[in-house]
């Protein structure tokens, strides 16, 4: 039973690897002034079902408000270039062999337009900066996986204020 757990959190973790917080993509911070915030649940319907999406994506936006970012809406960022997402990420597996248990990630980036120097004409939307937490949480539990989100928001907001210190 131990293996089976201790497998599915290495999926877990070398699915997000990539995921940094560091001084090159803290770089990619300086001049960002505002951002659309989406947050996305998904896997099991039960770890859903338990997620409070709108009160999570309330907690992200006054947390980027009260550091200084402006909040575009959804309408401004799809008709203004250059608005970076903020994309959060919750994901819930259930562990079948442990009831009542769930593997969880929360993944934030920050994704934004950017250009290749030799091809000023190619340009993508990519993720510049991210974080993430993962771990294990009973299913009576599962509504606590807001304060991992502020956790993992606040290493956001580090990152964005060490990168635009005036």
């Known amino acids: 039973m131990r293996t089976i757990l201790c497998i599915v959190v290495l999926v877990v973790m070398a699915a997000t690897a990539w995921a940094e917080d560091s001084g090159i993509t803290r ?5 960002v002034d505002q ?6 649940v998904t896997g099991s319907e039960a770890g859903r079902s338990a997620i409070d999406q709108s009160g999570i994506l309330t907690d992200v936006e006054l947390s ?6 402006k909040i575009a809406s959804r309408e401004m960022a799809a008709q203004t270039n250059g608005v ?3 994309g959060i990420d919750i994901d819930t597996l259930k562990v079948d062999v442990m009831p009542g248990l769930f593997a969880y990630s929360v993944q ?3 994704s ?5 120097v030799r091809a000023p004409s190619t340009s993508q ?13 009973g299913g009576k539990n599962l509504g606590n996986l807001r304060q991992d989100v ?9 990152a964005w204020l060490a990168a635009n210190r005036k």
């Open 27 to 31: 770089k990619t911070l300086t001049g």
């Open 35 to 40: 951002i659309y915030v989406m947050v996305t």
């Open 64 to 69: 980027a408000r009260r550091s200084g970012l």
């Open 84 to 86: 970076p997402l903020l």
């Open 108 to 110: 934030m980036e920050l």
């Open 112 to 116: 934004q337009w950017a250009t290749l």
């Open 125 to 137: 939307f990519i993720t510049t900066w991210g974080t993430v937490s993962h771990g294990t949480v």
């Open 150 to 158: 502020r956790e993992v928001m606040g290493r956001f907001i580090n």
